[in-house]
């Protein structure tokens, strides 16, 4: 049997753009946090807190940025993410490109039981720490109320509040989680019992992880946009109104 060739495909579609789009947007956000993180000022306004630098760790010993003291974390948690390993697969290493489409013949290629791929298989425990994050960051949601003359919403207060609640969609849509909750049960039937706290934990999981992909994207542009917002009010680039 001749062998498929890179790229070749018989598919008559822009199978291209997926991984392009992909490859586009994750290498802007790249590029836009790494440069975000080394700034190390312009992170907070107020009340607002950028969430590239929470929970904000300020120490005598650490010269450097403090968002590199917890961004590992997070960048972990999507790094090793089951959607995201399938779409910097097919846009960075075009293994494959797309379905149906010639890969690209890496020789000596063991899956993820070399380094660096072996990390992957962590990916749980930065839930674990994902989890932890989302608490701090609704704290600051919180905070973000919390102006000088007293209780009050701004413009910042909704960002950092429509950034946390996609983040809190994207981890609690996470296949980790869904297996967490209910994949130790082979039958729900026989082993445990349809309707209880945990057959319903399992259903909201489940229901949240079809949506995984949206998600995912829709809370990688919002933090972005989070961390940009806060660093222009605190340039006094753009200002920030009061809502109530």
Request: glycine fraction near 6%; charge should be positive.
């Amino acid at each position: 049997m001749r062998e498929e060739q890179f790229l070749e495909t018989s598919r008559k579609d822009f199978w291209w753009l997926s991984p392009l789009a992909v490859f586009i947007g994750l290498s802007l956000f790249g590029i836009y946090s790494a440069w975000a993180a080394f700034q190390g000022e312009h992170y907070q306004w107020g009340p607002y807190l950028s969430p590239f630098y929470s929970p904000l760790i300020v120490v005598d010993w650490w010269k450097w940025s403090p968002a590199f003291l917890i961004l590992w974390a997070p960048a972990g948690f999507r790094a090793t993410c089951y959607y995201y390993r399938k779409a910097y697969y097919r846009a960075f290493f075009l293994s494959p490109p797309a379905c149906a489409v010639g890969d690209l013949k890496i020789r000596k290629y063991k899956g993820e039981t070399n380094f660096p791929f072996i990390f992957q298989n962590i990916h749980r425990c930065f839930l674990y720490l994902a989890l932890i994050f989302i608490v701090i960051l609704w704290i600051d949601v919180y905070h973000a109320t919390r102006f000088e003359n007293g209780f009050g919403i701004g413009a910042g207060t909704l960002v950092l509040f429509a950034n946390t609640s996609l983040l809190s969609l994207y981890t609690f849509s996470c296949h980790s989680l869904r297996h967490l909750v209910g994949g130790r049960m082979d039958c729900f039937s026989k082993c445990g019992t349809p309707g209880d706290v945990q057959h319903k934990t399992w259903e909201v999981v489940s229901c949240l992880n079809k949506k995984h992909m949206l998600w995912a994207w829709l809370s990688l542009f919002m933090v972005g946009f989070s961390d940009l917002y806060v660093r222009l009010v605190s340039m006094g680039i753009i200002k920030d109104f009061r809502i109530f």
